[in-house]
Every structure is written in C-alpha cells, then in structure tokens.
C-alpha cells in the first residue's frame, strides 16, 4: 500500500510541476512574440498543461485518500495535520480551483497559466519545503540548503506572475483596441 501511496503522490506532484513547466514555457514564448494571445501554439501549450493539472489532481487525490487509509492502518490516524498531509491537501485544493475557475470562465488563459505557476510553488513547498520545517511524520530533514533554492524558485515564479498580471492588462487593452476599432468601421463604411 505505500509504494502505490508514494508512486500516486509523486506521480501527482510531478503532473503539477509539468503543469507549471509548460506555463513557464507559454510565458516565455509570449515575451518573446513566439507566441500570440490566442493563436494555435497558445492553445496547444493551454491544452497540455490543461491535460497535467487534471491529471495531478486524479493522482494527488488518489495518493492522498491512499495515504491516509495507510496512515490509519498504521499510526491508527487518517488525518494528522501533519506539514507533508496538508501541503498534499493544498496541491489538490489548488488543482480543484484551477480546472472549476477554468471551466466557470473566471480566468482565461492568462489566468489559468498563473494559476498553474501558483500551483508548482505549493508543489515545490510540498515536495520540498515541508521536510525541512522539522515537525511532524514526514520531516525527513535530508537535504540541506533546500531553503535556498526553494527562495529562487519563488522569486522566479513570483517574477512569472508579476508578467501574467502585465499580459492581463495588455491583453485586455488590445481587446478593447479591436472593439474600438470594429465599431469604427461600419460608420466609415457608411460614409463612403
């Protein structure tokens, strides 16, 4: 029951990361103009990751009601609150938000790519971070200087949203720009 346990959890971590992976990749390529809000490769990059994050959260889900039904037979508990269960908690809440405001039309693409950034840093903390706080079951405490490198990748997804929310306005500017433009255009027909 644990290997299945630990291959569904990390099975589920890594469809996050690829998820938030393939959004850096989108973010990347519309800085620099390889990509266009909307176009093909956009939506292909969308879909992939779209793909990822429902995936994540089958497995995470899968791996986290295993993993409790392991703990109990175990420790006698299902549900701690230990560090390791909770950030595997917030992996699946978070897959949860991302695929219901995706499909409620709350966010959009830009939306749903920094919802999937947001995703990798809770999966990164969960995988990583929360071994090195030292409470709990799960602190394995087996890797130095993890803290470090959990900062940089923050602040480089931190850097991704402060872009995602630039690309929102931007967007959102170039749609009012064509609105703009679409109801000029039947007037100056007229004229003519």
Known sequence: MAVHTCACINLGYAAGMVAAIFSMIYFVMRLFGIAKHKDETSKDISRMAYAFVMAGLFLSLVGTVLGGIWANYSWGRFWGWDPK???ALMIVLMNLIILHARLGGY???VGFHASNIV????????WFGTNQLGVGLHAYGFTDGVWTWLYRFWALQSAFLVYAVILHFLDKS??????EEGAALPTEMVKG
């Open 85 to 87: 269960e909770n950030g």
């Open 107 to 109: 966010i959009r693409e």
């Open 119 to 126: 995703l990798g840093m809770i999966v990164a903390f969960s």
């Open 174 to 179: 170039d749609k009012s720009d064509k609105r």
